[in-house]
Nanobody
């Protein structure tokens, strides 16, 4: 089982950038596809981005496409979310999660597919 710890959140002005990190433990990290999710106050958790276990394939929610970039470093057991051109509506707690994958693909992930979550990292974008 992969244990995950998110970090890198903070307060930023609209138009600014942040890079989130998700550090994973476990020897099979490189065989997991990874997803980023977020939950804004009063809203359900939603999918943001996914990356395949090699890092060669990515998938984004329409709301972040062109602004966010997901990447991973399997040698460091870490996945990243580079967020540019941030908007106030990006304000949320951001979470990562892992899913074992038979194939090196990235696709939308449903938060309902995951039974446990880390503490997440708060991102606040001021207008």
């Amino acid at each position: 089982q992969v244990q995950l710890v998110e970090s890198g959140g903070g307060l930023v002005q609209a138009g600014g950038s942040l890079r989130l990190s998700c550090a994973a433990s476990g020897r099979t990290f490189s065989r997991h596809s990874m997803g980023w999710f977020r939950q804004a106050p009063g809203k359900e958790r939603e999918f943001v981005a996914a990356i395949s276990w090699s890092g060669g394939n990515t998938y984004y929610a329409d709301s972040v496409k062109g602004r966010f970039t997901v990447s991973r470093d399997n040698a460091k057991n870490t996945v990243y979310l580079q967020m540019n051109s941030l908007k106030p509506e990006d304000t949320a707690v951001y979470y990562c999660n892992a899913r074992t994958a038979l194939f090196d693909i990235a696709q939308i992930m449903s938060p309902a597919d995951f039974g446990s979550w880390g503490q997440g990292t708060q991102v606040t974008v001021s207008s």
